[in-house]
């Protein structure tokens, strides 16, 4: 059993990096975000690690020591980045308060927009997120120096918002560089 333990730290260790790297990924480039959210990250991360502890008992061979050793290392330390983001992002992210719901005229799509505000460090505006399923968004429209959101759908899967047209089925979207 014990084992087990160390050769599943590791492996979930290793998906979590990988989670987390294709998230970092998908924010910079404004891709569909996949990854559960991190508070959600940093419980899987600490289970890993007690996994990982526990592991540690297992003493079969040299490598398996060294297993749950690196099991243990990587764990600790995705957890203390995953602490440092959501610190970071509780702190600096400003407020983002719902501003309404739409769904495409065949109910396929669902966007949700909020309106930002950065306060003393940067600007208000809106942010549209095309909601996937589960935790899954993608970020389809963003604008800054505003605070309403005029929309109109053209048709199943193209939207009007503020005068700027937004096709769902394209990767590009509507934000400003």
Not at 12 to 37: D, E, T
Not at 87 to 97: I, L, P, R
């Amino acid at each position: 059993m014990v084992k087990k333990m160390n050769r599943i730290a590791l492996l979930l260790v290793l998906i979590l990096y990988f989670i987390s790297s294709y998230s970092l990924y998908a924010n910079m480039n404004n891709q569909w975000l996949i990854a559960p959210p991190a508070y959600m990250m940093l419980v899987f991360s600490i289970f890993v690690l007690v996994l990982a502890i526990l592991g540690i008992q297992d003493r079969s061979n040299n490598f398996a020591k060294l297993r749950s050793w690196i099991s243990v290392i990587l764990s600790s330390v995705l957890i203390f980045l995953l602490l440092a983001l959501t610190s970071f992002t509780a702190m600096f992210s400003g407020s983002k308060v719902l501003l309404t719901t739409t769904h495409s005229p065949d109910q396929h799509y669902t966007l949700k927009f909020y309106k930002t505000d950065a306060g003393a460090m940067g600007t208000f505006g809106i942010v549209g997120e095309l909601q996937g399923p589960l935790w899954f968004r993608k970020v389809v429209y963003s604008e800054r120096k505003t605070d309403e959101v005029h929309l109109e759908w053209s048709n199943n899967h193209t939207v009007v918002i503020n005068e700027h047209q937004v096709n769902l089925l394209l990767e590009k979207s509507w934000i400003p560089q």
